[in-house]
């Protein structure tokens, strides 16, 4: 398979507890980007990355939130004393710099905080 | 990026064209439109874009009025598989990025 890969697809945490999340994005594409989607809503930007500089951040990504991508190919997502309200379903998705500009979506990973 | 409307649901029958209207009475000269869905329980599958001709492509129709405030995705015979979210965004192209509303909720019925 080499669509964007997520790991692990389903997390469950107890408040206060730190998590990291991990995304291999598709061989050769140089930007990586996170997003968090919350229960009926649409999918929120948090941050993105070309080859390993973080380029731009959301208000959303508080500084209990951060985001690696130290060798420009994975990316790490890491949240620190997680709160009941940092539940929800965190995507991934990744695309080329150059040419078609279609961002590819992994299928995500789950967070329940209990 | 300009703010897009969607109506919240809709319902079509399978073998059927599904249209799904969005409105973005806002846009820019230099935006695009896009759309993309999302099946339950996967991430956003990318389906088509434009500027401001027609387009098509293997999944999808998209057109875009004169005056650009609006378009409408085609999925000229809809299936149950394309039973999803799906969500118009209007962006330039060099915004990273996407900027996702509540989309509409296409149900389609056997």
């Known amino acids: 398979d080499t669509g964007v890969s997520q790991d692990p697809r389903h997390k469950i945490t107890k408040r206060g507890q730190n998590v990291t999340f991990r995304c291999d994005p598709i061989s050769e594409h140089n930007r990586l980007y996170w997003y968090r989607q919350t229960l009926g809503q649409g999918p929120e930007f948090l941050t993105y990355f070309q080859n390993e500089a973080q380029l731009e951040k959301s208000r959303l990504l508080s500084d209990r939130f951060s985001a690696e991508r130290p060798k420009g190919s994975f990316s790490t997502l890491e949240i620190q004393r997680t709160e009941q309200g940092d539940s929800a379903m965190y995507l991934c998705a990744s695309r080329a710099l150059q040419g078609w500009d279609e961002q590819y979506f992994g299928p995500g990973t789950r967070l329940t905080v209990t | 990026d300009a703010k897009t409307t969607q109506p919240t649901s809709m319902d079509c029958a399978e073998g059927r064209a599904a249209n799904l209207p969005c409105n973005h009475s806002t846009i820019s000269g230099n935006e695009y439109v896009y759309w993309y869905r999302q099946i339950h329980s996967q991430g956003p599958q990318y389906i088509i874009h434009?500027?401001?001709n027609n387009e098509t492509n293997e999944m999808a129709s998209l057109i875009i009025t004169e005056d650009r405030k609006s378009s409408t995705l085609i999925l000229p015979h809809a299936t149950l598989r394309d039973t999803a979210v799906y969500y118009c965004i209007v962006r330039v192209q060099v915004a990273q990025k996407l900027v996702f509303g509540q989309g509409t909720r296409l149900t389609i019925n056997p």
């Open positions: 434009g500027l401001k």
